[in-house]
C-alpha cells in the first residue's frame, strides 16, 4: 500500500530545522506504546518521505524539496534506486539554491542557537 499526504500548502515544513533528523530518528525508532497489543505503529511499508513547496517566481514555478529515505523499509517495499537518487538530487539542489539565496544570512536555528547561548551567559533577572 502506497500512501501520499497532500496539505493546503499554506505551512510548509521544508526548510524547518532539523525535519529530516526528526523523520530519519522516527523511522529508526517509531513511536509506539509497548503495552497497547493494537498499536502497531511502524514505517516498515513507507519507502521514504518527500516534502515539496511550490514557490511563484513571475511565471515560473520551482520547488523546494526534502527527501527522507527509510532505511528500515521492507525490500518488497523499498523506492527504486533511480527514484531515490532523483528525490535526493534534487533536495541537494534545493539546499545549495537556499544557501545561494541566503548567504551571509543567519538561519532560523543559528539564530536560536545564538539567542539560548545568550540566554545561558545572562544573568538571571530574578
Given at each position: 500500500?502506497?500512501?501520499?499526504?497532500?496539505?493546503?500548502?499554506?505551512?510548509?515544513?521544508?526548510?524547518?530545522?532539523?525535519?529530516?533528523?526528526?523523520?530519519?530518528?522516527?523511522?529508526?525508532c517509531p513511536g509506539r506504546v509497548p503495552k497497547d497489543r493494537d498499536d502497531r505503529w511502524t514505517y516498515e511499508r513507507l519507502g521514504g518521505v518527500l516534502f515539496l513547496q511550490p514557490e511563484s517566481r513571475g511565471t515560473?514555478?520551482?520547488?523546494?524539496?526534502?527527501?527522507?529515505?527509510?532505511?528500515?523499509?521492507?525490500?518488497?517495499?523499498?523506492?527504486?534506486?533511480?527514484?531515490?537518487?532523483?528525490?535526493?538530487?534534487?533536495?541537494?539542489?534545493?539546499?545549495?539554491?537556499?544557501?545561494?539565496?541566503?548567504?551571509?544570512?543567519?538561519?532560523?536555528?543559528?539564530?536560536?542557537?545564538?539567542?539560548?547561548?545568550?540566554?545561558?551567559?545572562?544573568?538571571?533577572?530574578?
Open positions: 500500500m502506497r500512501s501520499i499526504l497532500v496539505d493546503d500548502c499554506t505551512v510548509t515544513v521544508v526548510g524547518l530545522p532539523f525535519l529530516a533528523e526528526y523523520v530519519q530518528q522516527e523511522f529508526l515560473t514555478v520551482k520547488y523546494k524539496v526534502d527527501f527522507v529515505v527509510n532505511p528500515s523499509v521492507l525490500p518488497s517495499c523499498a523506492l527504486p534506486p533511480p527514484v531515490v537518487f532523483l528525490f535526493s538530487k534534487l533536495r541537494d539542489i534545493t539546499e545549495e539554491r537556499e544557501k545561494q539565496r541566503y548567504a551571509g544570512v543567519p538561519s532560523f536555528s543559528e539564530m536560536l542557537k545564538e539567542r539560548w547561548a545568550l540566554e545561558k551567559t545572562e544573568p538571571s533577572s530574578n
